[in-house]
């Protein structure tokens, strides 16, 4: 079956880091471009970052100035994301996603189902 | 960078009407357009790619159209469970990708 699943969210404090994980099952990781979007409560979808499938091309959002950096392990179909500074604004579900198919520019078609961050006082 | 702008915000119609779904790039993205359905509660899920490319598994009463600016998803007899937020979505460069601000769509 393919699947995304993420972890490593939580609640953590204004100016505080957290981690994201995304272990990804079923297909060949190693082939495809990864991506993460975020979703504030009650809000749309925001792309978040992008890394393409050896990771030499990445991609963030201009919202994120900086503070959060993506990377991969093909070895250990991983994707992550390494949060600093986080503000309170950068509440909501982080979602992995897959962009599989032919070469060039494809939709997201696999999602995670979402890890929580709340950063809160 | 480009701008993707949905029409209307939401929609409220009656089981099986014809319900159109309106998404305008502020620049030509040729037909790197997505549609993606999200119920409440759930993970997005992938409609259509390609303006006009069903994804698998897809109930064919969903249908998208459109090439450059002007995109568009009707949902030819709408059923009870395509309750949900739609969004459209740019995907030309990973550079920058692009979600609409999503469309809420409800029974009468």
């Known amino acids: 079956e393919v699947q995304l699943v993420e972890s490593g969210g939580g609640l953590v404090k204004p100016g505080g880091s957290l981690r994201l994980s995304c272990a990804a099952s079923?297909?060949?990781?190693?082939?495809?471009?990864m991506h993460w979007v975020r979703q504030a409560p009650g809000k749309g979808l925001e792309w978040v970052s992008s890394?393409?499938?050896?990771?030499?091309?990445?991609y963030y959002a201009d919202s994120l100035k900086g503070r959060f950096t993506i990377s991969r392990d093909n070895a250990e179909n991983s994707l992550y994301l390494q949060m600093n500074s986080l503000r309170v604004e950068d509440t909501g579900v982080y979602y992995c996603?897959?962009?599989?198919?032919?070469?060039?520019?494809?939709?997201?078609?696999?999602w995670g189902q979402g890890t929580m961050v709340s950063v809160s006082s | 960078d480009i701008q993707m702008t949905q029409s209307p915000s939401s929609l409220s119609a009656s089981v099986g009407d014809r319900v159109t779904i309106s998404c305008r790039a502020s620049?030509?993205?040729?037909?790197?357009l997505a549609w993606y359905q999200q119920k409440p509660g759930k993970v997005p899920k992938l409609l259509i790619y390609?303006?006009?490319t069903l994804q698998s598994g897809v109930p064919s009463r969903f249908s998208g159209s459109g090439s450059g600016t002007d995109f568009t998803l009707t949902i030819s007899s709408l059923h009870p469970e395509d309750v949900a937020t739609y969004y459209c979505?740019?995907?030309?460069?990973?550079?920058?990708?692009?979600f609409g601000q999503g469309t809420r769509l409800e029974i009468k």
């Open positions: 890394i393409t499938s050896g990771g030499t091309y990445i």
């Open positions: 390609a303006a006009s």
């Open positions: 620049q030509g993205i040729i037909n790197y």
């Open positions: 996603a897959s962009a599989r198919g032919h070469v060039g520019p494809n939709p997201f078609d696999i």
């Open positions: 079923g297909f060949t990781f190693s082939y495809y471009t």
């Open positions: 979505q740019k995907y030309n460069s990973a550079l920058s990708i692009t």
